[in-house]
């Protein structure tokens, strides 16, 4: 499942994400007509009721709630998205790149010290270089997708 977020969604678009989620974020993309770029399988998530009403043909959720977990849960719940869907961590919360494991050696220097002398395990984005760990947000993104249910319930509220 992939996304494209309008640019008041950008926290829901980094939690998707962290979730494992292809995600274009508006805000991010200097393309003029932003949905009329991207991909036509990719889901539009909005809270614009002109993108609604333009869209409405294409995959569309309509997202009401203001705050960011609630965003993903309604995203969950409409589009039947279960645990076997999740792939926490795997992408660039920056540019939406798939991430790899790199060794601790080839990022010494480049996080901080207490940093590497406290973790054994790094992941690196090819593209932007940024570096991830196993910090404080990590051990939180993880109890929130533990709220996710196992099994898929797809609902057809839209």
């Known amino acids: 499942m992939r996304f494209a977020t309008d640019t008041t969604l950008g926290k829901l678009g980094r939690h998707l994400r962290a979730a494992g989620f292809d995600t274009l974020c508006q805000h991010q993309c200097r393309r003029g007509d932003f949905f009329d770029t991207v991909e036509a399988d990719r ?18 959720v309509f997202i009401r709630n203001n705050d960011p977990f ?8 409409e589009l039947g998205i279960g645990q076997s869907d999740l792939r926490p961590f795997s992408r ?6 798939v991430i ?16 590497w002398q406290r973790h054994q395990t790094f ?33 057809h509220e839209r």
């Open 43 to 60: 889901v539009i998530l909005t809270r614009t009721t002109a993108v609604k009403v333009r869209f409405k043909s294409r995959p569309l």
């Open 70 to 77: 609630q965003q993903m849960m309604q995203v969950v719940r």
């Open 92 to 97: 660039c919360l920056e540019c939406n790149m």
């Open 100 to 115: 790899s494991q790199v060794g601790r050696d080839a990022v010494r220097g480049r996080v901080p010290d207490y940093v």
């Open 123 to 155: 992941h690196a984005c090819g593209k932007c270089r940024r570096i991830y760990w196993a910090g404080s947000h990590h051990d939180r993104m993880c109890n929130r997708l533990a709220a996710i249910p196992r099994q898929k319930e797809k609902t």
